[in-house]
């Protein structure tokens, strides 16, 4: 079956820095990736979605990469505030009808 | 446009008995997807309803149903319950025909706690 691995340890940066959060897949690449960000006591929210056939995609100061040789997904955070600070979650789907399988997150903190 | 709408937000049962949750997704989508969460397992898909359709589920026991009516509004039922059942249980709504090649947007959650 498919596994996602993401850090489950949190990534601690200085404000002003890039956060980079990975997302590793076994198995067959899926057709869409998202990533999510959540805060404590509250749902996930959408940031980027990415198909198979796009390499890269950016949002403000976000940007998702997609290396379906290296089965992974990079994503981006340019210029952190600590108003960044949350759990980073990425989602793959094999097709638009199949379901979405979710990491288990990556927590970044954000320091002043 | 109003998001997600969860209700109740929390919610506390015995073993043995059932509950109901329910879900309002934003007007005018038509596909509800409900997730649990779990400090162990993470987010794990349930269902998806689509026009009062089930169109995918999880791997999931039969304790855990749902549905969707003509408003789209959609209800998840967990009968039998048991201590493993405590989570935060998640809806998403999205648009369009498709599913997962769509944002998912979530509401807040019910907490269901199992004593």
């Known amino acids: 079956s498919q596994k996602i691995e993401q850090n489950s340890e949190a990534l601690n940066i200085q404000e002003g820095k890039t956060a980079t959060l990975t997302c590793n897949y076994t198995?067959?690449?899926?057709?869409?990736l998202q990533w999510y960000r959540q805060d404590p006591g509250r749902g996930p929210v959408f940031l980027l979605l990415?198909?198979?056939?796009?390499k890269e995609k950016r949002k403000e100061r976000l940007k998702v990469t997609f290396d379906t040789t290296l089965k992974q997904s990079l994503f981006h955070i340019t210029a952190s505030q600590p108003a960044d600070s949350a759990t980073y979650l990425c989602?793959?789907?094999?097709?638009?009808?199949?379901?979405?399988?979710f990491g288990g997150g990556t927590r970044l903190m954000v320091k002043p | 446009k109003a998001g997600v709408t969860q209700t109740p937000r929390y919610l506390i049962k015995t073993r043995g008995q059932q509950v109901t949750l329910s879900c309002s997704p934003i007007?005018?989508?038509?596909?509800v997807s409900w997730y649990q969460q779990t400090p162990g397992q993470g987010l794990q898909f349930l269902f998806e309803?689509?026009?009062?359709?089930?169109?995918n589920k999880g791997n999931f026991p039969g304790r855990f149903s749902g549905r969707q009516f003509s408003n789209s509004r959609s209800e998840m039922n967990v009968s039998t319950l048991e201590l493993g059942d405590s989570a935060l249980y998640l809806c998403?709504?999205?648009?369009?025909?498709?599913?997962?090649?769509?944002?998912?947007?979530f509401g807040d959650g019910t907490r269901l706690s199992i004593l």
């Open positions: 309803y689509f026009s009062e359709t089930q169109r």
């Open positions: 007007s005018g989508h038509r596909s």
């Open positions: 989602a793959l789907a094999y097709d638009a009808g199949n379901m979405l399988t």
């Open positions: 990415i198909r198979e056939n796009e």
């Open positions: 998403a709504s999205s648009e369009g025909d498709g599913t997962f090649n769509q944002p998912q947007h």
């Open positions: 198995n067959y690449s899926p057709a869409y």
